[in-house]
């Protein structure tokens, strides 16, 4: 099976702009979809697809694609986005994999 | 609305087994998969894999298979996760997902039921 790969932790400026990445071979096949978990609770999904958020997900979540990378993007980050971020997709078996996860601290 | 609900915390002794449920609603429980994922404490996401809602055939991942049993019970809608033989390392929280496949947009896991914490120890 692939694996997808995050970055294990990264900080934002309450307010500013954050890239959370997920590499894998995988990727360049399939779309990512990315998963929001905060601590004590099942994970959310907030996008899938080329860039599609569920319904009541905020739209500073926007997701992008190239190559063999998916990204998720905050784009003015707030204090209720502090979480864990989980990236998935198909591997080449056609099973699924999730990221390695990124903890997004929010100063 | 569209709701997972998983059964209540678990405790068992090593050696025990533990079975799991999912009861779902608000959609057609048959016509989307149904996914299982492993969170150990303080660890990631780990797909188990699913059982199709439809056929009842289950795909277990690697590291999966043998002790691990997905199962159906359509009359009511649920899911379970059947654990045989528990180890120490089988501490963690389930979450059963439903599993979306659309065209153009790939699959995805939502909703997913609140959890259940499963720990072994003697």
């Known amino acids: 099976s692939s694996e997808l790969t995050q970055d294990p932790a990264v900080s934002v400026a309450l307010g500013q702009t954050v890239r959370i990445t997920c590499q894998g071979d995988?990727?360049?096949?399939?779309?990512a979809s990315w998963y929001q978990q905060k601590p004590g609770q099942a994970p959310i999904l907030v996008i899938y697809?080329?860039?599609n958020r569920p319904s009541g997900i905020p739209d500073r979540f926007s997701g992008s694609s190239s190559g063999n990378t998916a990204s998720l993007t905050i784009t003015g980050a707030q204090a209720e986005d502090e979480a864990d971020y989980y990236c998935?997709?198909?591997?080449?078996?056609?099973?699924?994999?999730f990221g390695t996860g990124t903890k997004v601290t929010v100063l | 609305q569209v709701q997972l609900v998983q059964s209540g915390s678990e405790l068992r002794k090593p050696g025990a087994s533990v079975k799991v449920s999912c009861k779902a609603s608000?959609?057609?429980?048959?016509?989307?998969?149904m996914n299982w994922v492993r969170q150990a404490p303080g660890q990631g996401l780990e797909w188990m894999g699913w059982?199709?809602?439809?056929?009842?055939?289950?795909t277990y991942a690697q590291g999966f298979t043998g002790r691990f049993v997905f199962s159906l019970d359509t009359s009511v809608s649920t899911a379970y996760l059947q654990i045989s033989s528990l180890k120490a390392e089988d501490t963690a929280v389930y979450y059963c997902?439903?599993?979306?496949?659309?065209?153009?947009?790939?699959?995805?896991?939502?909703?997913w039921g609140q959890g259940t914490p499963v720990t072994v120890s003697s």
């Open positions: 997902a439903r599993r979306r496949s659309v065209a153009g947009t790939g699959d995805y896991f939502d909703p």
């Open positions: 697809g080329k860039n």
């Open positions: 998935n997709s198909r591997d080449s078996s056609g099973n699924y994999v």
């Open positions: 059982i199709n809602t439809n056929t009842g055939n289950p």
């Open positions: 608000g959609y057609t429980f048959t016509n989307y998969g």
């Open positions: 995988s990727l360049r096949s399939y779309y």
